[in-house]
């Protein structure tokens, strides 16, 4: 299909909550789920939904017949993943959204930069030529940059993500960056705080591994760290007491 001719109801969506407190912290969302991710993460939440080839399971004249309904109770839409940035037709299905009055974010780990821009409003070197299609992005930070390709399982992750992640704190775009934090990443945890800084990010909310929807590999190997709530806690508090430049908080979520 020309990209030209992609359209929002060809937006693969996996699944549709009507109504999160979560996903957008402080608004009241419907969260979109869209199919296909590029990135292969052990702790990932949503692995039945990584497969882009997989048809979407919720048409998305379902969004539509929400929205009609919840004119007046819900302030936004969420998209999420997988990575929502992966599908070409994100950009026209975030257009109608914002045409039906609701606010737009946007969950990315930043796997294309490029598509990115076209939300953000941005050119390549980041500057502004046009008004910005989200409102929010909660942004994933994975791993420090050299710990990227590692845990994603793609080369090149990092330069994506780095040059995504430097877009956003460029656009002046509402943003939460975020870590999820595994017993293998305890120790990437003040790199990642350091290279937030580098490029200009203001804090960073720690969120902690649960086995809940991760694959029954990483939930095994999670079961096997008896105390990890607790070395989580002491990395995280570790974290918040040298967050100088950037300031580190821990949530529930996740």
């Not at 939440?45 to 048809?55: C, G, M, Q, W």
């Amino acid at each position: 299909m020309s990209l030209d001719r992609v359209a929002a109801p060809d937006l693969q969506i996996a699944g549709l909550v009507p109504l999160s407190t979560v996903d957008w912290p402080g608004r009241l969302a419907a969260t979109v789920f869209c199919q296909g991710c590029p990135w292969a993460c052990s702790y990932c939440h949503n692995t039945a939904i990584l497969d882009p080839r997989v048809p979407g399971a919720v048409a998305w004249s379902r969004l539509e017949q929400l929205l009609e309904r919840r004119h007046g109770l819900l302030d936004a839409v969420v998209f999420s993943g997988g990575e929502a940035t992966m599908q070409h037709a994100l950009v026209p299905a975030v257009r109608r959204v914002r045409e039906a009055g609701f606010a737009v974010g946007l969950h990315t780990g930043g796997a294309y930069p490029g598509r990115l821009a076209t939300l953000l409003g941005v050119g390549r070197e980041g500057a502004r030529r046009e008004a910005p299609l989200v409102d929010w992005i909660g942004f994933d930070v994975k791993a420090s940059w050299s710990g990227y390709a590692a845990l994603v399982d793609r080369p090149g992750s990092a330069a994506k993500a780095e040059r995504s992640l430097g877009m956003l704190l460029h656009s002046g775009i509402d943003h939460e960056l975020r870590m999820t934090v595994t017993p293998a990443l305890l120790s990437e945890v003040s790199r990642v705080v350091e290279a937030v800084a580098r490029v200009g990010g203001g804090s960073l909310v720690l969120q902690r591994a649960r086995a809940d929807g991760a694959d029954a590999a990483f939930a095994a190997q999670l079961g096997r760290v008896g105390d990890w709530e607790e070395r989580f806690a002491q990395t995280a508090d570790a974290a918040v007491r040298r967050g100088e430049s950037v300031g580190v908080r821990v949530s529930s979520r996740r």
